[in-house]
């Protein structure tokens, strides 16, 4: 492992109380491990299963591949040209401007997601206990099994406390800083989620469906592609590489400034991301068709259809336990990311002590959470929410974790590839303009990226399809 130091040209005493990353391995882990999440296992297969998978699956892959690569260079760039937080990095660049928005939309969106994620998280928590204390050890009908997760979401009573809990444990892991912290639990954490993910699909490929799972999830048939289908698939690839917020510019700002070669680590990343959610779709997907049932589960998906089929399988409560096991981890990482983006902006801004910060935005990420997890059920109003669908929770998923990211990836590229400058970033970068990594990452920045997301934007306003 090779240990960086701290060459940047700031002021000494700034670089020696900015905490950082150690080595070059800690970085990827830590920002593969914000990627990788509930995003990849819980949202990714339901989102391909509703939107008719095959399909999905391309557009989504296109989308990481064309956008969520350069938007995550064009984040670290800036992470590393400034060394600061999401919305102070805008205001050195760009002093006396309004750029800085964009990282306090970012960071908005940081309270919003922290709070519907980690209900999720905390469903998560739950049906690891409900395995390892054996109720998934003999079969469960599919209905037993949807009722017994409508009355463990429904009730306030466990579901609040789980998710507290895992804030309480991210929170800490924030606490104790980047080096000492984040990179620390992601060097322990993710390997052990790297074995569990391996094994799950070794054991899914090897079920009786695993054919009609594969066929599912890559035999695209485009009839079947629609305006929302793609927003959809859009909002997952920035949701899942935790792009167009700011985090990966937090993450960028803690790297040493002399760190060249971002191009591997930002690959690395993007792919271990994406290999997750396709391996996700291949655990999940073939023990869907082999129960029988539809991929078109929701939300639910991971919690209603798999416990039935891990239920009827030998050694069931220990896949079970694997799985949800797997859930917890990745959640942990990534909820981890959500709370460093807030308090690096109020560390780095307001001066705050990182105890303060996390302190604060714990608190908040579980007020603004209660609302979700009674979205399910525990309270009328919270779950019908306006009529949107899964209440006062899928207002937040869908407003913040699809629309205000892609909307944030948008402004993102304008600034990098119009305000701040390519040249400007491609140096930072370490990468000759003339190249063609340099001439390829321009384009992407400036033309690409920003007249996809806007065209998919404008066919959303026309059509008026927001779901
Ligand atoms: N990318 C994470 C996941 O896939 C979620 C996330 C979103 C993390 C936004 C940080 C910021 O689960």
């Not at 604060?360 to 990420?365: E, S, T």
Request: proline letters at 4%.
């Amino acid at each position: 492992m090779e240990v960086m130091t701290d060459q940047s040209s700031a002021p000494a005493q700034d670089a020696a109380r900015r905490d950082g990353f150690a080595s070059r391995v800690g970085f990827v882990l830590s920002a593969a491990g914000s990627a990788i999440g509930l995003g990849n296992i819980w949202r990714f297969p339901y989102m391909a299963g509703e939107g008719g998978g095959a399909a999905f699956v391309l557009v989504y892959i296109l989308f990481v591949l064309l956008l969520g690569f350069p938007v995550m260079m064009a984040e670290f760039s800036i992470g590393q040209a400034t060394r600061r937080g999401a919305v102070q990095s805008f205001e050195v660049l760009a002093p006396g401007t309004r750029w800085s928005w964009v990282g306090r939309l970012g960071v908005s969106a940081g309270y919003a997601i922290l709070a519907f994620y980690s209900a999720v998280a905390g469903w998560a928590l739950g049906y690891l206990e409900k395995s390892v204390s054996g109720a998934f050890a003999s079969p469960i009908s599919a209905d037993a099994s949807g009722e017994l997760f409508s009355s463990f979401i429904a009730s306030p009573v466990t579901s609040i406390p789980a998710a507290a809990l895992i804030i309480a444990l991210s929170a800490a892991v924030v606490f104790k800083g980047v080096g000492r912290g984040i990179e620390r639990a992601s060097f322990v954490l993710m390997p052990i989620f790297f074995l569990l993910l391996l094994g799950l699909a070794v054991h899914s490929l090897m079920l009786p469906g695993a054919g009609d799972g594969l066929r599912f999830l890559f035999k695209p048939d485009l009839s079947k592609l629609t305006v929302p289908i793609v927003m959809s698939a859009l909002g997952q690839a920035f949701f899942s590489l935790s792009i167009g917020m700011g985090v990966m510019v937090t993450y960028g700002s803690y790297l040493n400034r002399r760190e060249t070669g971002l191009a591997p680590l930002a690959l690395s990343s993007v792919a271990a991301d994406t290999g997750v959610a396709l391996l996700a779709g291949l655990i999940i997907f073939p023990a869907i068709f082999t129960a029988g049932m539809k991929p078109a589960g929701g939300p639910g998906l991971a919690f209603v259809t798999l416990p039935t089929i891990f239920s009827t399988l030998p050694m069931g409560s220990l896949i079970a336990t694997a799985f949800y096991a797997l859930l917890v981890i990745a959640a942990l990482t990534s909820i981890v990311s959500m709370i460093e983006l807030i308090a690096a902006d109020l560390v780095d801004r307001k001066g705050w002590t990182r105890g303060r910060a996390v302190l604060l935005i714990a608190g908040v990420g579980f007020l603004l959470g209660i609302p979700c997890a009674l979205s399910f059920g525990g309270s009328a109003f919270f779950t019908r929410f306006f009529g949107v669908p899964d209440g006062f929770f899928g207002l937040l998923n869908i407003a913040f974790g699809n629309l205000v990211m892609v909307l944030g990836g948008l402004f993102i590229c304008l600034f990098v590839g119009w305000k701040w400058g390519m040249p400007q970033a491609l140096k930072v970068l370490g990468i000759a303009e003339g190249k063609k990594l340099g001439v390829l990452l321009s384009f992407s920045i400036r033309w690409l990226c920003p007249a996809a997301i806007a065209a998919v934007l404008i066919f959303i306003v026309i059509t008026g399809k927001f779901f």
